[in-house]
């Protein structure tokens, strides 16, 4: 299962990923997806992710729809304009994160 | 995927109700993840009967569910007094303090100060109490819905009433002993009726974003 505290500081880049690439997306499915993408290595808890999807929501980074599917109400979540442009900081950031943590762990290979 | 009937998701929804889940913006959300949850469950090959499956899923997820339910009320509260903060700075906001600020100014110098504060003493607490019988007025129009920010408004009404009390009260103040304070009462006054404004202005914002982004359940 890995360290689940290392992927916490990640989990508001990683949900604007995934909604990037999904245009709109529910609570279960992106815990769905991350567990399908990472092979069971992460999984994202629904104490985790609800409070950080209200998050981004009440920071305007994301935008909400409620439709009625399959006898209940449904919840989407898709991003906004200043959401996009977050996504592409935030990854940004993250990669210069994991170059910068690729240097301690292996400083050979970012030398080279 | 074996959908859940009608039923099942009232029993969530019940179930989640009775576990002090009350608010429907919040229970709404957990019912889907549940119900989605179970689902899955029996579409990988589980044939117990749902009840059996539900049982399960809580036992392991119950705890986590209600946290999530107090974060999110937590979080409710803070976006209220967020949203009232950014009415306060915001060009609405400002104008209004400014023509409440004119007005006054020059009503205490022409008009007949006790009558002025008599009639005025008592607005913030009527746009206080309209705000909130127009909330109720707008929910009994369609479902008797409980919504999170809006129930939290109830918190910030009582602190403004709180504030009312103190500064100025022509209930039980005396008013001819209020105004040897002159300007400062005059301020008090001002800053009194524009965080009322503030408030009702927040309401009738929240009511809003609440009809427009949950009209399916106002419409069922």
């Keep these: 299962m890995g360290n689940q505290k290392l992927y916490k500081g990640s989990l508001n880049t990683i949900i604007l990923k995934l909604l990037g690439e999904n245009i709109k997306m529910y609570g279960y499915e992106i815990t769905q997806k991350v567990k399908q993408i990472t092979e069971g290595e992460l999984n994202i808890t629904e104490g985790a992710l609800y409070p950080a999807l209200h998050k981004l929501e009440a920071d305007g980074l994301l935008d909400v729809e409620v439709l009625k599917v399959d006898n209940r109400l449904r919840k989407y979540y898709m991003l906004t304009e200043k959401g996009t442009k977050e996504t592409a900081n935030k990854l940004s950031e993250l990669e210069s994160y994991l170059k910068t943590m690729q240097t301690f762990i292996d400083p050979k290979f970012s030398l080279g | ?220």
């Design chain 2, 1 to 220: 995927m074996k959908k859940l009937t009608k039923e099942n998701i009232q029993f969530i929804d019940n179930y989640l109700k009775n576990s002090d889940v009350i608010f429907d913006d919040i229970r709404m959300e957990m019912v889907d993840h549940v119900a989605t949850a179970v689902e899955t469950e029996i579409s990988n090959g589980d044939l117990r009967d749902f009840y059996y499956i539900f049982k399960e899923y809580m036992v392991e997820n119950k705890k986590q569910l209600l946290d999530n339910n107090k974060k999110f009320i937590r979080k409710s509260t803070y976006k209220v007094g967020q949203i009232m903060l950014k009415n306060t700075f915001s060009i609405k906001g400002l104008a209004v303090l400014f023509i409440l600020s004119i007005s006054l100014y020059f009503s205490h110098k022409f008009l007949n100060i006790t009558s002025l504060y008599r009639v005025l003493g008592y607005t913030p607490f009527l746009l206080i109490l309209l705000t909130f019988f127009g909330i109720k007025l707008y929910k009994v129009n369609r479902k008797p819905l409980k919504f999170s920010a809006i129930n939290q408004l109830s918190i910030y009404a009582v602190a403004i009433y709180q504030i009312y009390n103190f500064l100025f009260n022509p209930f039980f103040f005396n008013i001819d002993k209020e105004l040897a304070y002159g300007n400062i009462s005059l301020v008090g006054l001002i800053v009194l009726l524009f965080i009322a404004c503030i408030f009702t202005l927040t309401a009738f914002q929240l009511s809003n974003y609440y009809t427009k982004k949950y009209q399916k359940i106002l419409d069922c």
